[in-house]
């Protein structure tokens, strides 16, 4: 899709620093102004970085002009940014009420700022409350049930055998009685249809933090979602899309009272 440009004449001042951090060399600028280099309006990948930068309001780029954007404010401070992350626990024990809906609101608006490789934006989200995580639980359950009364699952994921019982007792070792769920569906034609799920949820994932909403990575879910056609179905995953990440969430039922002390993570090259 051919991309749009307006430039502001009175306030453009031909600083040039949209034509240098246009990082696909869409732009240009002459004696007539800033405008679309050749063939421009195509190979913009609208990340809208002329739009933010422009010192002067002067650019808008795709119906979004400066107005439509949120002003700049100061970042956290780096010790209240590290006491964040080192405060961030995976929740497993939440309470059952669904979050209200204006946090509900501020955590998938979050998901609007999420970036993607090349700036594709090839990725879905499917958000569940308490109703559908019910639904995608019981699938689940149904579907590991058979697997292990038919030996399979101990054949294939003998190191899985200590949930085995659990399961059959009908504990919810997968999602964790959680309220909430969100899945990531990322197009198969993304150049980092690898990366860009887990950059989603680890945005998601600071966020919540800051909200009070605990978290969970979930790689039971993210496979059973990948294997369990009918929970594809419930996700209403597009065609052209495969299960990316998932990640549990809700109140958390726990309050730890300290960050932990983990053993420092190896620096520098390894040794040769």
């Known amino acids: 899709m051919k991309s749009n440009l307006c430039i502001d004449p009175e306030r453009c ?33 609208n990340c809208q970085h002329c739009l933010a930068i422009c010192p002067h309001g002067a650019l808008s780029i795709n119906g979004v002009s400066p107005a439509d954007c949120a002003p700049l404010s100061t970042p956290p ?9 080192r405060q961030r626990r995976s929740i497993r024990h939440f309470l059952p009420q669904a979050l209200p809906p204006e946090v509900m609101d501020k ?13 594709a934006r090839g990725l879905q989200f499917f958000v569940a409350g308490p109703d559908e995580v019910a639904a995608c639980r019981e699938v689940t359950n149904k579907w590991l049930k058979r697997l292990i009364k038919s030996g399979i699952m101990g054949i294939f994921l003998p190191r899985y055998k200590r949930f085995f019982s659990a399961i059959m007792d009908g504990d919810d070792v997968i999602y964790r009685n959680a309220p909430h769920l969100i899945v990531v569906t990322v197009s198969k034609k993304s150049p980092c249809k690898h990366a860009d799920p887990f ?10 933090q800051t909200l009070g909403v605990g978290t969970c990575w979930c790689g039971f879910a993210e496979y059973a979602f990948k294997l369990i056609p009918a929970l594809r179905r419930i996700a209403g995953v597009p065609q052209g899309h495969k299960i990316g990440a998932a990640m549990l969430f809700g109140t958390p039922a726990v309050n730890y ?14 040794p040769k």
């Open 13 to 45: 001042t031909r600083c040039g620093l949209c034509v240098k951090d246009c990082t696909v060399h869409a732009l240009t600028c002459d004696d007539t102004g800033v405008h679309f280099a050749a063939n421009g309006e195509n190979i913009c990948i």
């Open 77 to 85: 401070a780096p010790e209240t940014m590290l006491n964040l992350i």
């Open 107 to 119: 955590l998938i608006d979050s998901l609007n700022w999420t970036p993607t490789g090349c700036n």
């Open 199 to 208: 950059i989603a949820l680890t945005q998601f994932d600071l966020m919540a």
């Open 257 to 270: 009272q300290r960050s932990t002390a983990p053993a420092p993570l190896p620096a520098g090259l390894p």
